[in-house]
């Protein structure tokens, strides 16, 4: 899988939730004040079930899930 | 698109609708106003695996599916909805457990609660904090070896009972969840009685002074035990209350089939009068849709698909909201007989308005549901 789709795909779940075709791979995705309470839970089972890894709970740490890119990394390095 | 119950599923349901019918419905009304569950019927659901039935065989349980635990919720919220916030309060504990808990958490927990040798309660709101629950009050202080967590907590379903609770607590000024045993030194537990609904739901306020508890009983991360844990209980809690409230509305329609059968008035039984046609046939419709709506969050729980989430607060939202209608439509039905206790409708009534309130209000879950469709506005001028 390159870089490309991996953030690809996050861009197309996240577009779901914030409908913004100019959200940026460095954003704060928590700091848009758009996203419900439920999001951070979302967040987790679809990166669970679109590249299959588990989120473990030394992996909750908003550095893994901040911005595209960070959740690109995270998903890089638990494949 | 095929929405149909597989025969395993059917075969549960039967089993749990021949419980409910034998050990729940005869003395509900007796629960309701004791204010008490009996330890016998606790006894009984556990012995018969119904308790976190979902927690995987690994890990002692049934490993029972999404779709099966909503028509458990469902039938046991036809029974009664204090015996159904026991499989609310103490689900939602091991699933928190069961996602974000330590592999140590999991193993020595997990069969426990699965036995019931355990139950578990869910411990987030607080005299001042409720809607707002990350802003609780509760704190928690690393002390060496030891978390020190200082605060109160109220309206704690089965807290009178429970052995252990999931406490969120402030940790370096962030939420954080964390595991308190009831005999904790400086737990206090006091029962609330004289509530409107859930009157059996042995509800306790928690008076935590200086508990001092293990660094380990930290469940999952420092500053995720709202958004993530509470997060994972409270989807579970709304789902059980989903398919509960099917459940209590199918009880308020089958004791209005029974009554308009029977009660006459103008020379013809209620049944043949079209305005309670109407009534029954709101509910009837009001039903099927809720339980489609849970049916379909469960399909996707256990698809583990992220849009289960938000199918779980739509459907809770949906079928608390229907639960409310047909419980007040049985009453009227049931004219001033509705307003007895000798008729089980007025309990339905109170008990219904309560899932309104727990698992997030309905008014957080249309705040919720209104931001996941995106109807806020972007805000401008960021970067
Ligand atoms: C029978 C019962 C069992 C319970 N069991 C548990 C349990 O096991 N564990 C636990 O932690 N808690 C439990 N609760 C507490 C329950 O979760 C809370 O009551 C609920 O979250 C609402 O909080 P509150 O009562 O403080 O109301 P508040 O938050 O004070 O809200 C009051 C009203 O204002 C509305 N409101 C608040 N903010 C907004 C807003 N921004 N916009 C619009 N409307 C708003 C609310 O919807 C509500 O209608 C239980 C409650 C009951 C009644």
Redesign the pocket.
Known sequence: MTDDTIKERIRTFLFKHIKDNELSNDENLFASGLLNSLFAMQLVMFTEKEFQVKVENEDLDLKNFSTINAIDEFVRRKL | MKIELTTEQLEQQEVFRVFVDKEVVPCADQFDKEERLPSELIGKIAENGFLAATIPESNGGKGMDMVTHGLLCEEFGSGSASVL?LFT?HGMLAQAILQWGSPEQRSHLLPQLASGKKIG?????EPD?????KSVQTTAKLDGASYVLNGT???????QIADIFLIIAQCEGKPTAFLVEKDCPGLTIKPITG????KA?M?AELSIEECSIPQENLVGRIGFGFSHVAGTALDYGRYCVAAGSVGLARACLEACLSYTSERQQFGSLLKGHQLIQQMLTNMIAGIQAARLLYFQAGYLKDTLDPESITASAIAKYFASTMAVKAASDAVQIHGANGCSDEYPVQRYYRDAK?ME????????QQ?MISKYIGISARKKGRK
């Open positions: 916030s309060v309660a869910f411990g987030l709101t904090i409720g809607s707002d629950a907590k109220k309206w704690i379903s089965c807290g509530l409107l609904g859930f739901a509800l309560i309130i727990i698992e997030g209000s309905n008014q957080m705040i």
